[in-house]
């Protein structure tokens, strides 16, 4: 099987579960180092689907290899190829496919209740996921909803959280992360989060000790009732792209 191809656009926000939940079921994936300044690869044939993570800049800077990106994602979407969007994936995805990222009044950062959206997509993607569910957040822009996209869930301080569009599943939340992983962020930026006076920004910004508060049992909670669960409808459409690809690259008797 053709491999997943990802997209890291900064050396400490790596893709966490999402490379566990690939390798516990023997699935290819590359990895494109943006921060290394390794090139955007413009190919589609050579691969079964694309995944984008996250990173503290914005899709507005017009850097050249989001530019690229943008470019790579318009060519996939064409073809239906199969992509995942975390954060600023997120919001790439849904850029390069007409929508608008801006940034937000207040930054949205912790654990917070998402609530599903009402449409057969969400249905679909969000089966069997609690009504609301707790997903860690950390961004601060949003996106507007490209054409032909259906929202999944939605949080008290932003309404557009995630979005499907064809074999495309993108959130501006971090489902990947792991405890490992968060507490790397927190470490390295948590300056994001607290003010000089050492309180929270906003009603919408946790303190450092909230979001640590149980934090193991948090990430695996959240793996078990919703990363995973979007990880197996997304890789069905990943499985049945590279089952399609292979079909039509087979010899045919005449």
């Known amino acids: 099987m053709k491999p997943v191809r990802i997209f890291r656009h900064e050396d400490w926000v790596h893709a966490g579960r999402?490379?566990?939940?690939?390798n516990a079921r023997s699935i290819p994936w590359v990895l494109v180092r943006i921060d290394q300044g390794e090139p955007v690869p413009q190919t589609i044939?050579?691969?079964?689907?694309?995944?984008f993570l996250g990173g503290t800049m914005s899709v507005n800077d017009g850097l050249p290899w989001q530019l690229d990106e943008l470019a790579l994602i318009r060519k996939a979407a064409a073809a239906d190829v199969p992509m995942l969007g975390h954060c600023l994936g997120s919001q790439l995805i849904a850029?390069?496919?007409g929508g608008v990222v801006a940034p937000m009044p207040d930054?949205?950062?912790g654990w917070w209740q998402m609530s599903h959206c009402d449409n057969a997509e969400a249905r679909t993607w969000l089966r069997g996921v609690p009504d609301p569910?707790?997903?860690l957040a950390w961004h601060h822009e949003a996106f507007t909803l490209p054409p032909?996209?259906?929202p999944l869930y939605s949080s008290p301080f932003c309404a557009e959280q995630a979005y499907v569009r064809g074999n495309t599943v993108a959130t501006v939340a971090h489902p990947e992360v792991t405890p490992e992983l968060l507490e790397s962020w927190l470490h390295l930026y948590g300056y994001d989060i607290e003010g000089h006076d050492g309180e929270p920004m906003a009603p919408?910004?946790?303190s450092i000790e909230q979001i640590r508060e149980d934090l193991p049992r948090r990430c695996v909670a959240m793996h078990a009732a919703f990363t995973d669960r979007i990880y197996d409808t997304w890789l069905s459409r990943v499985v049945a792209y590279a089952q399609a690809q292979e079909n039509a690259a087979a010899p045919r008797l005449s």
Do not use: N, P
């Open 18 to 22: 999402l490379t566990q939940f690939l």
């Open 45 to 51: 044939d050579d691969v079964a689907g694309l995944a």
């Open 95 to 97: 850029m390069a496919l």
């Open 107 to 109: 930054k949205e950062i």
């Open 133 to 135: 569910v707790e997903i």
């Open 148 to 150: 032909g996209a259906s």
């Open 204 to 206: 919408s910004v946790q």
